[in-house]
T-cell receptor, first 113, second 116 residues
Framework: AQKVTQAQTEISVVEKEDVTLDCVYE???????LFWYKQPPSGELVFLIR??????QNEISGRYSWNFQKSTSSFNFTITASQVVDSAVYFC??????????FGKGTRLHILP | GAVVSQHPSRVICKSGTSVKIECRSL??????MFWYRQFPKKSLMLMAT?????????EQGVEKDKFLINHASLTLSTLTVTSAHPEDSSFYIC????????????FGNGTRLTVT
């Protein structure tokens, strides 16, 4: 069975603060993929990153960074120097090879000006 | 620019009528696509997966006769909600997978369906 837990339902931070969105996953497979998506108020989903289970390298893309820790089954997402435009719902997702993708319940992030 | 075009973005219909939602990939071909449903402030729920030229695979609890999916080509898929009822009101999102590992990377902007 596979499961994705995003324990933080809603987070509010003041602009320019750093914020980390947590994601913990469960799977019995050794080959799997992890994802983060952003859903702004307009509704469309925006793909942010895909990481396969064999690549534990952390990744940085501008103000975004991801920390993949297989030992704790976590794939956390950090936004540095947050901006109001970062306000959105963020979904973490897991997909076992050959199986469907499972989304977490999402974390609603509010960046206050 | 947009990679996936989904329309209409909003539709209001009366109970008993059918609504067709179209999803088109603009600059790539995908053999696999997904249709999701999202209730307000909830996560995405996969409704069905379809491969071009074959019948869609529906998730448990999703009525295939009510939610008709046609994946007519590598760039076009449609979802028809037949005999819509108020409980079908929701946000529907399509997604195309590039084909390498069938991961949904490109999403449409979604369709907000309201059934009165």
């Amino acid at each position: 069975a596979q499961k994705v837990t995003q324990a933080q339902t809603e987070i509010s931070v003041v602009e320019k603060e750093d914020v980390t969105l947590d994601c913990v996953y469960e799977t019995r497979d050794t080959t799997y993929y992890l994802f983060w998506y952003k859903q702004p108020p307009s509704g469309e989903l925006v793909f942010l990153i895909r990481r396969n289970s064999f690549d534990e390298q952390n990744e940085i893309s501008g103000r975004y960074s991801w920390n993949f820790q297989k030992s704790t089954s976590s794939f956390n997402f950090t936004i540095t120097a947050s901006q109001v435009v970062d306000s959105a719902v963020y979904f973490c997702a897991l997909r076992n090879r050959g199986d469907k993708i499972i989304f977490g319940k999402g974390t609603r992030l509010h960046i206050l000006p | 620019g947009a990679v996936v075009s989904q329309h209409p973005s909003r539709v209001i219909c009366k109970s008993g009528t059918s609504v067709k939602i179209e999803c088109r990939s603009l600059d790539f071909q995908a053999t696999t696509m997904f249709w999701y449903r999202q209730f307000p402030k909830k996560s995405l729920m996969l409704m069905a997966t379809s491969n071009e030229g074959s019948k869609a695979t529906y998730e448990q609890g999703v009525e295939k006769d009510k939610f008709l999916i046609n994946h007519a080509s590598l760039t076009l898929s449609t979802l028809t909600v037949t005999s819509a009822h108020p409980e079908d009101s929701s946000f529907y999102i399509c997604s195309f997978a590039p084909g390498i590992d069938n991961s949904p990377l490109h999403f449409g902007n979604g369709t907000r369906l309201t059934v009165t």
